[in-house]
């Protein structure tokens, strides 16, 4: 890559998004300002694929020599078994997010759950320990229960709407880490939580997302009571209900911002071998915000 020369030419290096929908990305803003700002000739678009053309996508992708991939819904899974390597962290979550050029194919990582960790670090939530609530079972919710128990969380109860996929999702996430850790429950079931602890409870449903601002997942404050501390994925808006309900039982709250700039910082790292310095992470950071009028 000529590093000296920014300006689109023969020597520039393209990555993308490829997902369904993808206008709606941010990822353009993360991953061209970081090339901007760390003077490394490469450009990062969205790439709209349809339904039935994953492998096509990545196939083509290879063939164009881009230099890397970065997936999203509804292809995270489904791009699997068009890799030719897959990173084991994203094995046990089931989900690939960044795909990088490694001999004749295209290697896979998760770099959501590395993205979330980091976030907590930087956030000082603790998990080593540190007893949990997920709430949801779908995606999300499966790979951070993967992360809590590989972090050596203390336990962890998945409560969900659906009792059937919280139970199916820690029989698997116990059966990956060969540790009883995950509970499934139902969502109400929060009153049967030991109650001589504090917990920090993740919420990895999509409720309360932005237009929906006004709805949450669980409304009552005795729920809230429980927690010392509410970390929602959603993104935007930048304060959900759920964080709300949390601060106003003296909890500590934090919204998934931070989870995709980091998703975004070690995906790039991934495909470029350089370090990002925390001061440009944390422009950025700054800058998606604005983006978000947030
Ligand atoms: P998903 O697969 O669609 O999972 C949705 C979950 O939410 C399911 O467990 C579902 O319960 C539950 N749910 C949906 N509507 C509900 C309602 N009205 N009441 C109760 N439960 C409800 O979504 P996902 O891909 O796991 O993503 C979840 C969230 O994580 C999204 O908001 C996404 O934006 C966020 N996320 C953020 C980042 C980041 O970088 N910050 C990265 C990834 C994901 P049932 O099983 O009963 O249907």
Not at 187 to 192: G, I, K, M, S, V
Not at 201 to 215: C, K, N, R
């Amino acid at each position: 890559m000529k590093k000296d020369d920014c300006r689109i030419n023969g020597y520039t290096r393209t990555c993308g998004l490829i997902g369904n929908p993808v206008e709606h990305t941010l990822s353009p803003l993360i991953h061209n300002t970081l090339a901007g700002q760390m003077k490394e000739n490469l450009v990062y678009v969205p790439l709209h694929v349809q339904a039935g053309n994953v492998k096509e996508a990545v196939e083509g992708a290879w063939a164009l020599n881009l230099l890397g991939i970065n997936v999203t819904v509804p292809y995270k899974s489904e791009v699997i078994p068009y890799l030719k390597e897959i990173d084991p962290l994203a094995a046990g979550i089931g989900a690939v997010n960044t795909l990088v050029r490694s001999g004749s194919g295209f290697k896979g990582y998760n770099t959501d759950m590395p993205g979330l960790l980091r976030a907590m670090t930087y956030d000082g939530v603790r998990i080593a320990g540190e007893n949990f609530i997920i709430l949801g079972a779908g995606g999300a919710a499966r790979a951070v229960a993967v992360l809590l128990a590989s972090q050596k969380a203390a336990q962890i109860y998945l409560l969900n709407r659906t009792p059937e996929k919280a139970q199916a999702v820690a029989e698997e996430v116990n059966k990956i880490t060969g540790r009883r850790i995950v509970e499934g429950m139902m969502l109400t079931e929060y009153d049967r939580l030991p109650g001589r602890t504090k917990y920090t409870a993740i919420q990895a449903s999509s409720v309360g997302m932005f237009p929906d601002v006004d709805t949450v997942i669980l409304e009552d404050p005795a729920f809230y009571r429980m927690l010392h501390t509410g970390y929602d994925l959603i993104f935007n808006p930048g304060i959900t209900k759920f964080m709300r309900l949390t601060m106003e039982q003296g909890g500590n709250a934090f919204n998934g911002v931070r989870m995709l700039l980091y998703q975004g910082v070690i995906a790039y790292e991934l495909w470029t071998g350089t370090e990002v310095p925390e001061a440009l992470s944390l422009k950025i950071y700054e800058e998606l915000k604005e983006a978000m009028g947030i």
